[in-house]
């Protein structure tokens, strides 16, 4: 049995099935999916998986731990895009040590601007990424001024 027909086992009858969560917990996304749709909580036999994925790791972190999750914060901050979505609204607030990921995307770099720090850019990051992008540099020089 996959991962995958495991979880739509157990969302079937809408209960945990222990003997099933073995299997369910070898893939990250299906291990979310089944902490948030049949568990309603964490899974914490999977929490070593789904911390490798970005992705999942974010939505757990959010919307199953429903806050900071440092277990998972090596993989989120290697993609610029779930660094700022976790900065936003998981840390609600500056995330210093995935800047400098962050300032190598122009459109991740302006909406961490926009968003996070809610003004200009650190030194480091000011940033020739956006200011190099025809589509971000407008925007983000009428913001900051």
């Known amino acids: 049995m996959t991962p995958q027909e495991a979880y739509y086992k157990a969302r079937q009858s809408e209960k945990r099935i222990p003997k ?4 369910i917990s070898k893939d990250a996304y299906y291990s979310y999916c089944y902490a948030l749709n049949v568990i309603e909580g964490r899974f914490i036999l999977a929490e070593p998986i789904i911390s490798k994925d970005a992705k999942c790791s974010y939505y757990y972190a959010r919307h199953i731990i429903k806050g900071r999750w440092e277990l998972a914060e090596p993989a989120i901050s ?68």
Request: net charge negative; proline share 4%.
């Open 78 to 145: 290697q993609d610029a895009y779930y660094s700022y979505c976790y900065a936003k609204h998981v840390i609600k607030g500056r995330w210093e040590i995935v800047e400098p990921n962050i300032s190598k995307n122009a459109c991740w770099s302006f909406w961490y601007a926009k968003d996070v720090i809610e003004g200009k850019l650190p030194d480091f990051m000011h940033n020739q990424m956006i200011l190099s992008n025809d589509e971000f540099a407008k925007e983000y020089v009428e913001y900051i001024q």
């Open 20 to 23: 099933l969560e073995p299997i």
